[in-house]
């Protein structure tokens, strides 16, 4: 009994495994996390299999798919938002007034370079990352939904990362 349930599994598995990994790959754009969390699919669909009802498999093994890779996505924003929180443009006391200057030089040029920003998103941006505000903050000085705030960093983001030069950011 046990071996033919082993051998559905894998059937299963070659039948989905190529349309899954297409799934997943659309949301998280990355080859090598499409595959391990195509794996990790199967392995949440044996663990939800007594739960099925029967109804659409492809579809509810498409949802588990689908709901994976955009988990993955929210924890690996999360995670690169962690480490641009609390950057500080305030420097250290240095050495030189020219390091002073040069430090001064550079925070003009990003400021400036904000400046270029569509209206909305330079406000926000301005108070993530120069003054280093949450976005529970900003969303209250600004009156806007805290979600709002996530949305303009991320499109600004976008936006920079497609209209600006490297030397500009």
Same mark, same amino acid.
């Given at each position: 009994?046990?071996?033919?349930?082993?051998?559905?599994?894998?059937?299963?598995?070659? &039948?989905?495994?190529?349309?899954?990994?297409?799934?997943?790959?659309?949301?998280? &754009?990355?080859?090598?996390?499409?595959?391990?969390?195509?794996?990790?699919?199967?392995?949440?669909?044996?663990?939800?299999?007594?739960?099925?009802?029967?109804?659409?498999?492809?579809?509810?093994?498409?949802?588990?798919?689908?709901?994976?890779?955009?988990?993955?996505?929210?924890?690996?924003?999360?995670?690169?938002?962690?480490?641009?929180?609390?950057?500080?443009?305030?420097?250290?006391?240095?050495?030189?007034?020219?390091?002073?200057?040069?430090?001064?030089?550079?925070?003009?040029?990003?400021?400036?370079?904000?400046?270029?920003?569509?209206?909305?998103?330079?406000?926000?941006?301005?108070?993530?990352?120069?003054?280093?505000?949450?976005?529970?903050?900003?969303?209250?000085?600004?009156?806007?939904?805290?979600?709002?705030?996530?949305?303009?960093?991320?499109?600004? &983001?976008?936006?920079?990362?497609?209209?600006?030069?490297?030397?500009?950011?």
């Amino acid at each position: 009994m046990k071996q033919g349930n082993q051998q559905a599994l894998r059937m299963i598995i070659e &039948r989905y495994k190529g349309y899954l990994f297409k799934i997943i790959y659309n949301v998280v &754009r990355d080859e090598t996390e499409a595959e391990d969390l195509t794996q990790e699919t199967f392995i949440k669909m044996v663990d939800a299999l007594p739960d099925y009802e029967a109804k659409g498999f492809k579809t509810w093994l498409s949802r588990i798919a689908y709901h994976k890779a955009i988990d993955a996505k929210r924890k690996r924003n999360r995670r690169h938002e962690e480490l641009t929180e609390g950057f500080e443009w305030q420097s250290t006391p240095s050495d030189s007034a020219e390091d002073d200057w040069l430090q001064q030089q550079k925070q003009n040029k990003v400021v400036g370079s904000i400046q270029k920003l569509p209206q909305g998103y330079r406000g926000v941006v301005h108070a993530y990352y120069i003054e280093g505000k949450s976005y529970s903050i900003i969303a209250h000085e600004q009156c806007l939904a805290e979600k709002t705030v996530e949305m303009r960093l991320y499109r600004a &983001r976008k936006w920079m990362k497609n209209n600006w030069e490297e030397d500009e950011f």
